[in-house]
């Protein structure tokens, strides 16, 4: 249960990271028209929304696990599915970008998340 609980923990907050150091630099560009995304509009707003919150189930579902909590098993299945959709979902917007080092880590992670699943059962 440990590799689950830190990859957990450690994932959780390396989104949190990562989505604050974007929206920071407001680093998200329209892939398609070269312009910077409109702050504000409701695509980024809910798709910050569901990362945050994978991000923080991650957190929970780690903490739940490494103090032995009855729900820590189940909100770590739940809360890695989640990642895992977020870790095929998200490469997209940097394959368009041709920023390969970053779906490198999409797919190392979302390996990782695959591996702890099945380990984990």
């Known amino acids: 249960m440990s590799f689950a609980a830190i990859f957990s923990i450690v994932i959780g907050v390396l989104v949190i990271f990562q989505w604050r150091e974007n929206l920071n630099r407001r680093a998200l560009q329209d ?8 702050w504000g509009t409701y695509e980024l707003i809910l798709r ?16 739940g696990l490494l103090s032995e909590q009855s729900w820590g098993e189940s909100l770590y299945l739940l809360a890695t599915g989640m990642f895992i959709y977020s870790a095929i979902n998200s490469p997209g917007y ?22 702890g699943v099945i380990l984990f059962l």
Do not use: D
């Open 31 to 38: 892939p398609n028209k070269g312009y910077k995304s409109r």
């Open 48 to 63: 910050s929304a569901a990362e945050f919150a994978t991000a923080l189930m991650l957190i929970l579902a780690g903490t």
């Open 94 to 115: 940097f394959v368009q970008q041709k920023n390969w080092s970053v779906v490198a880590a999409y797919a190392i992670a979302l390996e990782l998340a695959i591996l």
